[in-house]
């Protein structure tokens, strides 16, 4: 197996990821910054977290699926999402799980970060996804 994901002991829980993963390969993956634009860019899911999310996390599997990889290699998930306040939460989770299926999403997925920013790409953008895997 090239990714082990894991939860040591008397780690802050529960979360909807593991906060460690241990990956052996010599492919890295690295997937820029992922947003709701679909493959002609125009615009996904306009004013819509969750369906911004979705998109993104689809965009973000046609990456990794370039170059070889799934969601199951990735070992770090990176996530931007505009103006942050923690009401946004429902709407972040859901956006996972209306592709969680669709794209063998990790159940738990694997460590990852939201970070919010101010601003990204360009006004209409909500959120942006990155992802590192390990493959071979």
Known sequence: M???????PNMFGPVPYHHVSISTGTRHVHVAGQIARDADGNRVAE???AGQLAQSLR????????AGATFADVVRLRFFVTNWTPDKYADFLDGINQVAAE????????????IGVD???????????????VVD
Request: without cysteine; aromatic residues 6%; proline residues 13%.
């Open 2 to 8: 090239t990714v082990q994901l894991m939860t040591p």
């Open 47 to 49: 004013g819509d977290l």
């Open 59 to 66: 965009n973000t599997a046609r990456g990794l699926a370039g």
């Open 103 to 114: 794209l063998a999403l990790p159940n738990p997925l694997p460590p990852l970060s939201a």
């Open 119 to 133: 601003y990204l790409f360009e006004p209409d953008v909500l959120v942006e996804v990155e992802a590192y895997a």
